[in-house]
């Protein structure tokens, strides 16, 4: 769901990874669908490689944006441009109670808020779709673990 989606250092908005070019890869606004070519020295980060401190560790994006959509059933957050620091931090407490005060800015909130209602907006948020792969990641651990148990027992014979 998240894994071609991308925030770039500088640029405001979200973009779609469509393919490499020789100088960097070229991307498209969500919003705009306009195309642009990201320069190899930009920070670009996967919304898939994205997490959020918590009392118990980092919990991925793909899961805090699954917590405000429950949160939320289905519709759009908080408005993150008209809401103040103090709102934002209550309202992501709600939403994640265990999520680390100390180090999860209201910038960091602002950013996940705004990425959340661009891809709810654009009708993007699939969560079906994360729960089959892992679905998926089980059963092929587990068809190796019985692959990996039937040779053992070939060698042992």
Do not use: C
């Not at 320069?39 to 899961?63: C, F, H, Q, V, W």
């Not at 994640?96 to 996940?112: G, N, Q």
Request: glycine letters at 6%; a negative charge.
């Amino acid at each position: 769901m998240l894994k071609d989606i991308l925030a770039i250092s500088g640029y405001s908005g979200l973009y779609k990874y469509l393919k490499k070019s020789r100088n960097g890869i070229i991307v498209e606004n969500l919003e705009t669908q306009k195309r642009m070519n990201a320069d190899p020295t930009a920070r670009i980060n996967s919304l898939e490689d994205i997490s959020i401190y918590t009392e118990n560790g980092d919990m991925e994006l793909k899961e805090v944006f699954k917590a405000i959509h429950k949160h939320e059933e289905g519709g759009k957050s908080l408005n993150p441009k008209k809401a103040k620091g103090s709102e934002l931090k209550q309202y992501f407490a709600e939403v994640i109670p265990e999520y680390d005060e100390e180090r999860v800015y209201t910038s960091d909130i602002k950013k996940v808020l705004t990425w959340y209602n661009t891809l709810q907006r654009l009708d993007m948020l699939n969560f079906e779709e994360s729960e089959e792969e892992e679905g998926e990641g089980e059963q092929e651990q587990e068809d190796t673990d019985s692959q990996n148990n039937a040779e053992e027992q070939d060698e042992n014979k």
